[in-house]
């Protein structure tokens, strides 16, 4: 069973940064992907930044390319989202989660490959 806690939220303005950090226990090494997802209200659970395990190949969504970026510390079993110029639209709750398997080895922004979930961490953005 892999566990994920998030931290690192709150509330920024508009252009500003924040750093989402993810600890995966009991070691990033059980994962094939890491991605972070956010939810906004009344919204589906969409993909934003993805990383896989062992190679660190990063994905992103079109909507944060540019913005986002997603880093490893695998001697801390961590993944971080370092998120600049965010924009009240980047309001939402962000989820961390571990895939600990692939089909091909590539990650996806599908919700169904992921089978472990942290319990969220809240981002607000204000203009």
């Known amino acids: 069973l892999v566990q994920l806690v998030e931290s690192g939220g709150g509330s920024v303005q508009s252009g500003g940064s924040l750093r989402l950090s993810c600890v995966v226990s009991?070691?990033?090494?059980?994962?094939?992907?890491v991605a972070w997802f956010r939810q906004a209200p009344g919204k589906g659970r969409e993909g934003v930044a993805a990383m896989n395990t062992p190679y660190d190949h990063t994905y992103y969504a079109d909507s944060v390319k540019g913005r986002f970026t997603i880093s490893p510390d695998n001697a801390k079993n961590s993944r971080f989202l370092q998120m600049n110029a965010v924009r009240p639209e980047d309001t939402a709750m962000y989820y961390c989660?571990?895939?600990?398997?692939?089909?091909?080895?590539?990650?996806?922004?599908?919700?169904?490959?992921?089978?472990?979930w942290g319990q969220g961490t809240q981002v607000t953005v204000s203009s």
């Open positions: 009991p070691s990033i090494y059980y994962t094939r992907c």
């Open positions: 989660a571990a895939a600990v398997q692939t089909t091909d080895g590539r990650c996806t922004f599908d919700p169904n490959a992921y089978d472990n």
